[in-house]
């Protein structure tokens, strides 16, 4: 017979540990939790000896038909927080409301005010470091951590942009926490090697040994089983062989590319499934410094600015989001003697709009395995792509700057996979509602970045935290 739980949860990222986090503290005392993961627990150890953050190669879990397109992912226990670079800036007022404002994407079915105190929350148990000298966007907390330190070159930009310019808010810890140490500002984010930044392993594995809680590792979720319209529980294949659990609630918290192939696989099915695969598109800049001496700071990414994020040119083309680099690596210094330190690299983060031909689906060759089909990024975000030669030079105008060059080509990814389960008020237009709960399976929650309907330039692992936190409150009967 099946074994019963109140709750499944799939997967053990940012998204099913801050649901659990919040969940734990009003669940009954007997209540029971199932949590699956189909990685394993590799250790900080395991991951510095073997130079990798997982012992499961995400190519062999899915299938990608694009030559250069890639989507970069952390099966294991933690998921993503094992390889993210812990960068936690929170998405502006206006990402929410993109069509009412300018007229392109679709708004979110919640608001920036509305989340606001779990942007917060996330803040507090990924202890951020933030600045202390103003925000972007509307906070009513300071950040639970004091600001790293700007270099040289970021004070520049701040004296010449005081209100777009800011230091960057992170996970990599400022000062030390009783779990993390302060951030050595080395470079090697990837796989801290002094366990500086925020893992789910380093801060919050204590969800899953709580005695309400049963985690098996190795576990993956074949499909959720369901009655009418009503989940019922999950098959899954452990040990070589398939297992059955029977719950009153379903959380799918995989990634994604996997969340909609589970719904897929299972035949719960809506036309917008899988659809919108996406994430942000960048561009690294390289300016030549005139006098100044980069990599100075406190951390390996330390300003974060908003000159070409909002505003009236979101109408025409992609907001850009910049990320200062405080990493003296070879293809970071200059070659010319006596100025080694005068460069910096930027990162240009740009927004994208959905693809309807962008989306994940049931391999034909494989049917136990996803397939990604990518046909490219938007015109909007390419507009802004090809805006950005005469943005940056406006930008440096009247620095102290001798002149700079812009990468050929995007990158490949950015690792913040975005887009397939998208929210919303109209089920005719979205899969899951404004609290991440499927529109035809009441019992049924979908959550992580699958869900957002837009793709703004901020990182979204704190937004999709926050709202795994939304979610739970609303699940567990708190006005939301």
């Given at each position: 017979m099946?074994?019963?739980?109140?709750v499944?949860c799939?997967?053990?990222g940012?998204a099913?540990?801050f649901f659990?986090l919040?969940?734990?503290k009003?669940?009954k005392?007997?209540e029971r939790i199932?949590?699956?993961?189909?990685g394993?627990?590799d250790?900080?150890?395991w991951?510095?000896?073997?130079k990798?953050?997982?012992?499961v190669?995400?190519?062999?879990?899915?299938i990608?038909?694009?030559?250069?397109?890639?989507?970069?992912y952390?099966?294991?226990?933690g998921?993503g927080?094992?390889?993210?670079w812990?960068?936690?800036?929170?998405?502006m007022?206006?990402?929410?409301?993109?069509?009412?404002?300018?007229?392109v994407?679709?708004d979110?079915?919640?608001?920036?005010d509305e989340?606001e105190?779990y942007?917060?929350?996330?803040e507090?148990?990924?202890?951020?470091s933030g600045?202390n000298?103003?925000s972007?966007?509307?906070?009513?907390?300071?950040?639970p951590?004091?600001p790293?330190m700007?270099?040289?070159?970021d004070?520049?930009?701040?004296?010449?942009?005081?209100?777009k310019?800011f230091?960057?808010?992170t996970?990599r810890?400022?000062v030390e926490t009783?779990?993390?140490?302060s951030?050595?500002a080395?470079?090697?984010?990837t796989?801290c090697?002094i366990?500086?930044k925020?893992?789910?392993?380093?801060?919050?594995a204590?969800?899953y040994?709580d005695p309400r809680v049963?985690?098996?590792?190795?576990?993956?979720?074949?499909?959720v089983e369901t009655r009418g319209?009503l989940?019922?529980g999950?098959?899954y294949f452990i040990?070589?062989?398939?297992k059955?659990a029977?719950?009153?609630?379903?959380v799918?918290?995989?990634?994604?590319?996997?969340?909609?192939f589970?719904l897929?696989k299972?035949g719960?099915?809506?036309?917008?499934t899988?659809k919108?695969l996406r994430?942000q598109v960048?561009?690294?800049?390289?300016?030549?410094?005139?006098?100044?001496?980069n990599f100075?700071?406190?951390?390996s990414i330390?300003?974060h600015?908003y000159m070409?994020?909002?505003g009236d040119?979101?109408s025409?083309?992609?907001g850009?989001?910049i990320?200062s680099?405080?990493v003296?690596?070879a293809?970071?210094?200059r070659?010319?003697?006596?100025?080694w330190?005068?460069?910096?690299i930027?990162?240009?983060?740009f927004e994208d709009l959905?693809?309807?031909?962008?989306?994940v689906?049931i391999?034909?060759?494989?049917?136990d395995l996803?397939?990604t089909?990518y046909?490219?990024h938007s015109?909007?975000a390419?507009?802004?792509?090809?805006?950005?030669?005469?943005?940056?030079a406006?930008?440096?105008s009247?620095?102290?700057?001798?002149?700079?060059?812009?990468a050929?080509r995007?990158?490949?990814t950015d690792s913040?996979?975005i887009g397939?389960v998208?929210?919303?008020?109209?089920?005719?237009?979205?899969v899951?509602?404004?609290?991440?709960?499927?529109?035809d399976?009441?019992n049924l929650v979908?959550?992580?970045s699958?869900t957002?309907p837009?793709a703004s330039?901020?990182n979204?692992?704190?937004t999709?935290?926050?709202?795994?936190l939304?979610?739970?409150?609303?699940?567990m009967?708190?006005a939301?």
């Amino acid at each position: 017979m099946p074994e019963q739980y109140d709750v499944i949860c799939v997967g053990t990222g940012f998204a099913t540990s801050f649901f659990l986090l919040a969940y734990l503290k009003k669940a009954k005392p007997t209540e029971r939790i199932l949590v699956l993961e189909r990685g394993r627990l590799d250790t900080l150890g395991w991951q510095l000896d073997n130079k990798r953050s997982s012992s499961v190669d995400p190519k062999d879990t899915y299938i990608n038909r694009h030559k250069y397109k890639q989507w970069d992912y952390n099966p294991g226990f933690g998921g993503g927080s094992n390889r993210w670079w812990a960068c936690t800036p929170r998405m502006m007022p206006n990402d929410f409301q993109l069509e009412t404002k300018y007229g392109v994407g679709i708004d979110w079915p919640i608001s920036y005010d509305e989340i606001e105190d779990y942007y917060y929350q996330a803040e507090l148990a990924m202890a951020v470091s933030g600045p202390n000298d103003g925000s972007p966007y509307p906070r009513a907390n300071p950040y639970p951590q004091p600001p790293h330190m700007f270099s040289d070159a970021d004070r520049m930009f701040k004296k010449a942009y005081p209100d777009k310019y800011f230091i960057q808010p992170t996970a990599r810890a400022r000062v030390e926490t009783a779990n993390r140490n302060s951030c050595c500002a080395h470079g090697y984010c990837t796989i801290c090697p002094i366990d500086s930044k925020f893992t789910i392993l380093n801060e919050m594995a204590y969800l899953y040994d709580d005695p309400r809680v049963t985690l098996l590792m190795e576990a993956t979720v074949r499909n959720v089983e369901t009655r009418g319209n009503l989940a019922t529980g999950v098959t899954y294949f452990i040990d070589s062989g398939y297992k059955t659990a029977e719950s009153d609630l379903v959380v799918l918290g995989a990634n994604t590319i996997f969340n909609p192939f589970i719904l897929l696989k299972s035949g719960i099915n809506h036309q917008l499934t899988g659809k919108y695969l996406r994430e942000q598109v960048s561009k690294y800049v390289t300016i030549d410094l005139d006098g100044i001496d980069n990599f100075g700071g406190s951390t390996s990414i330390t300003g974060h600015g908003y000159m070409l994020y909002d505003g009236d040119h979101r109408s025409s083309h992609a907001g850009c989001l910049i990320e200062s680099l405080n990493v003296p690596h070879a293809f970071s210094l200059r070659p010319l003697r006596g100025r080694w330190r005068q460069r910096l690299i930027i990162k240009t983060v740009f927004e994208d709009l959905a693809r309807e031909d962008n989306y994940v689906k049931i391999s034909d060759e494989n049917p136990d395995l996803p397939e990604t089909v990518y046909s490219g990024h938007s015109d909007y975000a390419q507009r802004g792509i090809d805006a950005l030669p005469e943005l940056i030079a406006k930008m440096l105008s009247g620095l102290p700057v001798d002149n700079f060059e812009i990468a050929k080509r995007v990158n490949h990814t950015d690792s913040h996979i975005i887009g397939t389960v998208v929210m919303g008020n109209d089920p005719a237009k979205s899969v899951v509602d404004r609290y991440l709960i499927h529109h035809d399976y009441r019992n049924l929650v979908v959550l992580g970045s699958c869900t957002f309907p837009t793709a703004s330039p901020a990182n979204p692992a704190l937004t999709l935290s926050a709202l795994s936190l939304w979610s739970a409150d609303h699940l567990m009967g708190k006005a939301v």
